[in-house]
């Protein structure tokens, strides 16, 4: 048996100019931070021949092209993994479509974990190539490299995405003291919106391939931000980083009318008024996770619950994907 996991992760700024449409042209940059919840994935040798598949739902199958989901079919052909005698099984401690990143750790993960079936190491870079290659290329979704280049590396990581494919990896140099602060005084809250990242991806997948000027404008302006971000965390000034964070969540919301809708908003203004310095929606929008950074968290807290969203209490994860078992 093999367990594998991946953390998933919180954008610090910078997001969306990960996609190829973009850095390819322009130049990326994103800075990420993993946190300490995971995607699992468990491989497990049986003795029958089909390949069992354990995710939301459950799949029973002999060949490759019977696999109904597609990134576990397109990671046992990229790995050469017959699909016989053999059970996978995910699991995750946050639901899918919350905007922390799961396809890219649940990528990772496999990937690991089918590698490791077949006693191959693969260092982190090439397991965040295989997984962006997957869900780039191969299956042409329109996402961005940061989830999968996060996951793998962990940390808090700042992600130069450049038009040669290539990816520049740089974990920030904060103080310890800056880290514990950052790790304190930063809060999430669920929305209860789950939602497929896909459509609003999709729209300014589209409207930066055709160099449409406000998007490319609007993406070029938060590449900025999440450089000056970089430079807030490093030198510690953690209130200029939640002031750059409330200024990118505003021109994100610029992007498309499906970035928030009216009750995201009272929320984000209820913390604004309880304290919060700063927040945004975690991932391309439309629901998930509220992030928020503090240095009043029992107000907040208090103000939030009032309203009925849920908090996630979270830390720092600095492994990346990782082997939690083997036997």
Known sequence: MIITRSPLRISLGGGGTDLPSYYREHGGFVISAAIDKYVYITLHQTFVEDLIIKYSHMERVRALEDIQHPLIREALMMTGQAPTALEIT?????????????????????????????????????????????????????????????????????????????????????????????????????TGYTRSASEILRDQDTKSKERDKTMIENLHFVKKLGVESGQALESGDLRHFAKLMHTHWEHKKERSSSMSNSIINEWYTL?????????????????????FYTEDKTTLRHAMRQAGLREVRMQFDFQGTMLVTQS
């Not at 913390?271 to 700063?278: D, Q, S, T, Y």
């Open 90 to 190: 995910s699991m995750s401690d946050i639901p899918a479509g919350t905007g922390l990143g799961s396809s890219g750790s649940f990528l990772t993960a496999l990937l690991q974990a089918l590698h490791l079936q077949k006693k191959t190491i693969v260092p982190k870079e090439e397991l965040a190539r295989q997984a962006c290659y997957i869900e780039i290329e191969r299956l042409g979704e329109p996402v961005g490299k940061q989830d999968q280049y996060i996951a793998a590396f962990g940390g808090i990581t700042s992600f130069e995405f450049r038009s040669d494919d290539t990816v520049g990896v740089s974990p920030l140099k904060l103080s310890p003291e800056t880290l514990d602060n950052l790790e304190d005084n930063l809060v999430l809250f669920y």
């Open 271 to 291: 913390a604004r008024k309880n304290g919060a310095l700063g927040g945004k929606l975690i991932g391309a929008g439309g629901g998930g996770f509220l992030m």
